[in-house]
């Protein structure tokens, strides 16, 4: 398959069968993430694998899990964060979607669904984790295999806005 009909197959999941992700599927996964462009090479991530069941209850009491074997709780290393100098963007945050993009499209590849989340509790995730203040706990990758089935890679030629409303050429044309 080539990389726009993965990337068109990729879809969020909410929904998981109870089946566990194998140990070399979720190396997979991972190795994908790992992989991944970093801002300098600098390679700020942190992933917490939870897979036990009391572990997801933790994750739960900061964001719905879905009925998710395995979550992924994506941090970043801020100690060695890359500022830029104009205005003070780290990039980690970039580092991070970039990594669980590439983590998120790996999964497809497997039929192993996945949603990324951003709207959780840092704090409660941070607690029940014994995450140090260094290290930010930036996203959850919440994976598994999809109780309903993926949605159709045809969604995209309604649900996504087309080229010419999200690309300008040589100055930003907005109206």
Do not use: W
């Given at each position: 398959?080539?990389?726009?009909?993965?990337?068109?197959?990729?879809?969020?999941?909410?929904?998981f069968t109870t089946?566990?992700?194998?140990?070399?599927?979720?190396e997979?996964?991972?190795?994908?993430?790992?992989?991944?462009?970093?801002?300098?090479?600098?390679q700020?991530?942190?992933?917490v694998?939870v897979?036990?069941?009391?572990?997801?209850?933790?994750?739960?009491?900061a964001?719905?899990?879905?009925?998710?074997?395995?979550?992924?709780?994506?941090?970043?290393?801020?100690?060695?964060?890359?500022?830029?100098p104009?205005?003070?963007k780290c990039?980690?945050?970039?580092?991070?979607?970039?990594i669980?993009?590439?983590?998120?499209?790996?999964?497809?590849?497997?039929n192993?669904?996945?949603?990324?989340?951003?709207?959780?509790?840092?704090?409660?995730?941070?607690?029940?984790?014994?995450?140090?203040?260094?290290?930010?706990?930036?996203?959850?990758?919440?994976?598994?295999?999809?109780?309903?089935?993926?949605?159709?890679?045809e969604r995209?030629?309604?649900?996504?806005?087309?080229?010419?409303?999200?690309v300008?050429?040589?100055?930003?044309?907005?109206?």
């Amino acid at each position: 398959m080539d990389f726009l009909e993965l990337a068109k197959q990729r879809c969020t999941t909410r929904g998981f069968t109870t089946q566990k992700i194998s140990k070399p599927d979720l190396e997979h996964i991972l190795s994908a993430g790992r992989v991944a462009p970093t801002a300098c090479n600098r390679q700020p991530q942190k992933i917490v694998v939870v897979q036990q069941s009391e572990n997801i209850t933790k994750v739960q009491k900061a964001y719905n899990t879905f009925g998710s074997q395995c979550v992924l709780i994506v941090c970043q290393d801020k100690r060695n964060a890359l500022i830029r100098p104009f205005d003070g963007k780290c990039s980690g945050d970039l580092d991070i979607g970039i990594i669980c993009d590439h983590m998120m499209l790996a999964a497809r590849e497997l039929n192993i669904g996945s949603v990324m989340v951003g709207l959780f509790d840092p704090n409660i995730i941070r607690r029940e984790f014994e995450i140090p203040e260094y290290i930010e706990p930036t996203a959850l990758l919440i994976m598994g295999y999809p109780e309903k089935g993926f949605l159709s890679p045809e969604r995209h030629s309604t649900e996504r806005k087309p080229l010419t409303d999200t690309v300008m050429y040589e100055k930003c044309s907005v109206e």
